[in-house]
């Protein structure tokens, strides 16, 4: 089944600076990636997605790339602001697992001021 | 997300007790999905359903147990064989499988 690796487990930047979250899949059936931000006790909630006919898309500060032949796909926050700390976590879906998402452990985001 | 809503917030459970959890959604979606998160922890998946009156097995599915007789709602029962209950439950819900998951605010399930 599908398998989802995610790194840095977490990251620290200075506020400005650019940061960035690499995931990496294993089933190449996979065809969907959606990104979460999760902040302490509250429920995950979707900042950006891609789809495997698309290799980056882009919604102001942030974006995502796809190397489908590589299987990897990155979140890259620029011009990082302290209200960008969380935990981010990415997902892949669509692969043999019936279209369910399956999730990397996450990525805990520190943004000093 | 809403449109989905989560029934309590805290749940305290009991030795050898049931305990029940619930997730309605007034999104119209057909696919509804329980996932269990620990700390330093993803998302594992529990149970999720794609139609009504049919659900299926996750990848941490022992000692839980689910029903979709409505396609609002999707309840969770945490049963007493679950021998490490304590997590933070989510629900989410999506228009199809493979579409767009957007979860709940989540019960925290407490052991006394």
Redesign the interface.
């Known amino acids: 089944g599908e398998n989802?690796e995610?790194h840095p487990s977490t990251l620290s930047v200075q506020e400005g600076d650019s940061a960035v979250i690499k995931c990496t899949y294993s089933d190449s059936a996979s065809?969907?990636f959606?990104w979460?931000k999760q902040e302490l006790g509250?429920?995950?909630?979707?900042i950006i997605?891609i789809r495997s006919n698309v290799g980056e898309k882009k919604d102001q500060r942030i974006a995502v790339t796809l190397n489908k032949t590589a299987k990897h796909f990155s979140l890259h926050i620029t011009e990082t602001q302290p209200e960008d700390s969380a935990v981010y976590?990415c997902a892949a879906?669509?692969g043999g697992s019936?279209?369910?998402?399956i999730?990397?452990?996450?990525t805990k985001l520190s943004v000093k001021p | 997300?809403g449109g989905i809503t989560q029934s309590p917030k805290y749940l305290f459970r009991k030795e050898g007790q049931n305990v029940t959890l619930s997730c309605e959604q007034n999104l119209n979606h057909d696919a509804m999905?329980w996932y269990r998160q620990d700390p330093?922890?993803?998302?594992?998946?529990i149970y999720?359903s794609?139609i009504v009156n049919d659900f299926?097995k996750?990848d941490i599915a022992e000692g839980y147990s689910v029903s979709r007789e409505k396609k609002e709602s999707f309840p969770l029962t945490v049963t007493s064989a679950q021998k490490n209950p304590t997590a933070f439950y989510?629900c989410a819900s999506s228009m199809r499988?493979?579409e767009?998951?957007?979860?709940?605010?989540?019960t925290r399930l407490l052991v006394l």
């Open positions: 989802v995610q065809n969907y959606p979460y509250k429920r995950p909630q979707l997605d976590f879906s669509g019936q279209g369910n998402l999730f990397g452990k996450g | 997300d999905y330093g922890q993803g998302l594992r998946l999720y794609q299926q996750g989510l499988s493979q767009t998951q957007y979860f709940g605010p989540g």
